[in-house]
């Protein structure tokens, strides 16, 4: 089992739409959740990172963690073309304390 | 601020060489990760320096070592090189000692004949 599975999709949405994308983990001691985005050829850029059980807000993206659940989101509303891209979710025990560990990605397509 | 850098962008080498590959953190950053990047296996965790000193090691054979320098600057080194060794190599630098938010250079892409 992978520390952290995520499915590869790829997930589609029309323009305008709420995707969804979603992160489970094994690490029962992992403490603070990442979400990534990678464009085709790019290199990932952090987006999003949470820390603690609920939802955080940014902009149209909305994280969230339910750590009975082992469980990570990401809500990304009004969704764009732009948007289209490979979204890592990652995962750390503590600063200091084992490396970043990243599910292996889903990719998002959004239909103009 | 100046982004994480990395040279060179692109190699081609042929099996049984060595490469070494460099990275420049953000300026402040005293963390270096570097990850190798395969479409079968993702993105995969080789090492982690801290204030000159390895703090953390992924699953990878020795072939595949690293150092940082004094000035947080960061190489990797891959010996007798192998065809699954072709990848996309990223380094990342954060503030602190296994962060999680990290930020990304261009990546190095190694192609091994």
């Known amino acids: 089992q992978k520390e952290v599975e995520q499915n590869s999709g790829p997930l589609s949405v029309p323009e305008g739409a709420i995707a969804s994308l979603n992160c489970t983990y094994s690490?029962?001691?992992?403490?603070?959740f990442f979400w990534y985005r990678q464009y085709s050829g790019k290199s990932p850029e952090l987006i999003m990172s949470i820390y603690s059980n609920g939802d955080k807000e940014d902009g149209r993206f909305t994280a969230q963690l339910n750590k009975a659940s082992q469980y990570v989101s990401l809500l990304i509303r009004d969704s764009q073309p732009s948007d289209s891209a490979t979204y890592l979710c990652?995962?750390?025990?503590?600063?200091?304390?084992?490396?970043?560990?990243f599910g292996s990605g889903t990719r998002l397509q959004v239909q103009p | 601020k100046a982004g994480v850098t990395q040279t060179p962008r692109y190699l081609i080498k042929t099996r049984g060489q060595q490469v070494t590959l460099s990275c420049s953190p953000i300026s402040g950053h005293r963390s270096v990760s570097w990850y190798q990047q395969t479409p079968g296996q993702g993105l995969q965790f080789l090492f982690e320096y801290f204030s000159e000193t390895q703090r953390n090691k992924g699953n990878f054979p020795g072939r595949f070592s690293g150092r940082q320098f004094s000035n947080s600057r960061s190489e990797m080194n891959v010996s007798t090189l192998e065809l699954g060794d072709s990848a996309l190599y990223l380094c990342?630098?954060?503030?602190?000692?296994?962060?999680?938010?990290?930020?990304f250079g261009p990546g190095t892409r190694l192609t091994v004949l």
């Open positions: 990652a995962a750390i025990r503590g600063p200091g304390r084992r490396a970043l560990t």
């Open positions: 690490d029962r001691g992992s403490q603070s």
């Open positions: 990342a630098s954060s503030l602190e000692a296994g962060g999680g938010e990290q930020f």
